[in-house]
């Protein structure tokens, strides 16, 4: 799966294409001819007497010499005189993501300027801001398949690669988070409201698990994991009850709240009064018991779940001799 990803988080290198490079002294009646004879030629690459990378693009170019006056200053003399000595330069690893990202801070008037790309200090070539606009597309729709459409966080697909990852590890500690009497709410308020709720409750997270300390995926539903790379998960759990306690306000009408339960009808056809929604937090921490795989470390947490469950409000329940923490 990781092979999977990475595939699809190409690097700039793979859509760079090869350019004309001429040297910084080279005289601008030689660039001139250049663009005549490549009608499609957006730039070129000037590379200096110490190897230095500059850009020429085409609309620059001629916008240069084509004033009152250019043609008649500039044609015989050196093209570093109206060359861009700070264009855009990347490596041929970086992320097409990444340096969509660069390409767009620029200034305005070098917004559309090629992306010259590098491969240990020696170009290999550039990219248009049309290819990597395009090639940002194409990361995005491939990338749409691992992720969870409701929240936006990585799916099972990526979960699954990181479970793996996470057996190696020396310490890891796996949080599976997912909200209580959340059906219900889900019947008695609509189910916008619960993808709502959803949304809220994964933008808590959001702000405490954030990559790369923290890794945090959607499996599906109103359930949530996180992988951390250590045991100290005490402090952020109990902060992460305490926000969504808060939060979870704003989804409830007034006398539902002040109640502090909703009506829902059970198995017999009569109404009863369920809880509110919590969130239950069940963790596996590999400090006291190693894990084989990761149906072992599914079995486990799914024991540290019905615990949890079993008790009403937010709460965090460890394996580590099951002690119970509450906020």
Same mark, same amino acid.
């Given at each position: !799966?990781? #092979?999977? &990803?990475?595939?699809?988080?190409?690097?700039?290198?793979?859509?760079a294409e090869t350019i004309p490079a001429v040297a910084s002294d080279t005289k601008c009646d030689t660039v001139y001819q250049l663009f005549i004879s490549n009608p499609h030629l957006e730039g070129l690459a000037i590379v200096g007497k110490d190897g230095a990378l500059s850009l020429m693009m085409r609309?620059?170019?001629?916008?240069?010499?084509?004033?009152?006056?250019? /043609?008649?200053?500039? !044609?015989?003399?050196?093209? #570093? =005189?109206?060359?861009?000595?700070?264009?855009?330069?990347?490596? /041929?690893? #970086?992320?097409?993501? +990444?340096?969509?990202?660069?390409?767009?801070?620029?200034?305005?008037?070098?917004?559309?300027?090629?992306?010259?790309?590098?491969?240990? %200090?020696?170009?290999?070539?550039?990219?248009?801001?049309?290819?990597?606009?395009?090639?940002?597309?194409?990361?995005?729709?491939?990338?749409?398949?691992?992720?969870?459409?409701l929240t936006g966080l990585p799916g099972n697909r990526i979960i699954d690669d990181r479970l793996n990852q996470a057996l190696q590890l020396d310490d890891f500690s796996v949080l599976y988070l997912d909200l209580d009497h959340f059906k219900s709410y889900n019947d008695s308020y609509g189910f916008k409201?619960?993808? +709502? =709720?959803?949304?809220?409750?994964?933008?808590? =997270?959001?702000?405490?698990? @954030? !990559?790369?300390e923290a890794f945090l995926g959607h499996i599906g539903g109103d359930d949530f994991i996180v992988i951390l790379h250590h045991h100290h998960f005490e402090k952020v759990c109990a902060e992460v009850l305490v926000?969504?306690? $808060?939060?979870? $306000?704003?989804? /409830?009408? #007034? +006398?539902?709240?002040?109640?502090?339960?909703?009506?829902?009808? %059970?198995?017999?056809?009569?109404?009863?009064?369920?809880?509110? &929604?919590?969130?239950?937090?069940?963790? @596996?921490?590999?400090?006291?018991?190693? /894990?084989?795989?990761?149906?072992?470390?599914?079995?486990e947490a799914t024991r540290v779940k019905k615990i949890c469950k079993a008790i009403t409000g937010s709460i965090v329940c460890c394996n580590e001799e099951m002690e119970i923490k509450t906020p």
């Open positions: !799966m990781k #092979e999977k &990803v990475n595939a699809i988080l190409k690097q700039i290198g793979d859509i609309a620059r170019f001629f916008q240069k010499i084509g004033t009152q006056y250019g /043609y008649t200053l500039y !044609m015989g003399r050196a093209i #570093e =005189l109206v060359m861009n000595a700070g264009p855009l330069v990347v490596d /041929y690893s #970086e992320l097409i993501t +990444e340096v969509s990202i660069q390409a767009m801070n620029r200034a305005e008037e070098e917004l559309y300027d090629l992306v010259l790309v590098t491969s240990k %200090g020696n170009l290999v070539g550039a990219v248009s801001i049309r290819r990597l606009l395009l090639a940002v597309a194409d990361v995005r729709a491939e990338m749409a398949i691992f992720m969870n459409p409201m619960g993808d +709502e =709720l959803i949304q809220a409750t994964a933008n808590v =997270l959001r702000k405490y698990f @954030v !990559m790369p926000d969504f306690e $808060r939060i979870k $306000r704003q989804f /409830y009408n #007034e +006398e539902d709240w002040d109640n502090q339960y909703v009506l829902g009808e %059970g198995r017999s056809g009569m109404s009863h009064r369920i809880p509110l &929604v919590s969130v239950s937090i069940a963790v @596996v921490t590999n400090r006291i018991k190693k /894990y084989d795989n990761i149906d072992h470390l599914v079995h």
